[in-house]
């Protein structure tokens, strides 16, 4: 199992970034898939989570990110994207994409795993003019 986090930069207060997480070695929609991140000095928070079931997908969303971020997937393309909308300097940090098996969960989960198995590289997003 590996994960590919990309899209990460430098981008002003109120702009947008898409972040993508690229799987190889399993299937993306037989895990709860999320992106987390951790800012200097911070502990490490989770930021959104998805979860399919058939044509079902339960999305979770922070609240410090809620109605700016949105949480997607292509699973022809085995790929999650955060799609980040009205950026702030908060959200400065390295965002990193994970996932676990969504079979330990139960069905109809709808949050982010507390530790996930599997682990992105990270992608540092920062927000600064």
């Known amino acids: 199992v590996q994960l590919q986090a990309s899209g990460g930069g430098l981008v002003q207060p109120g702009g947008s970034l898409r972040l993508s997480c690229v799987g190889s070695?399993?299937?993306?929609?037989?895990?709860?898939m999320g992106w987390f991140r951790q800012a200097p000095g911070k502990p490490r928070e989770a930021v959104s989570c998805?979860?399919?079931?058939?044509?079902?997908?339960?999305?979770y969303y922070s609240d410090s990110v809620k109605g700016r971020f949105t949480i997607s997937k292509d699973s022809a393309k085995n790929t999650l994207y955060l799609q980040m909308n009205s950026l702030e300097p908060e959200d400065t940090a390295v965002y990193y994409c994970?996932?676990?098996?969504?079979?330990?969960?139960?069905?109809?989960?709808?949050?982010?795993?507390?530790?996930?198995?599997?682990w992105g590289q990270g992608t540092q997003v920062t927000v600064s003019s």
């Open positions: 070695g399993f299937t993306l929609d037989d895990y709860v």
């Open positions: 998805i979860s399919t079931y058939g044509i079902t997908h339960n999305r």
């Open positions: 994970a996932g676990d098996w969504l079979d330990d969960y139960g069905l109809g989960y709808n949050k982010c795993p507390s530790a996930p198995e599997y």
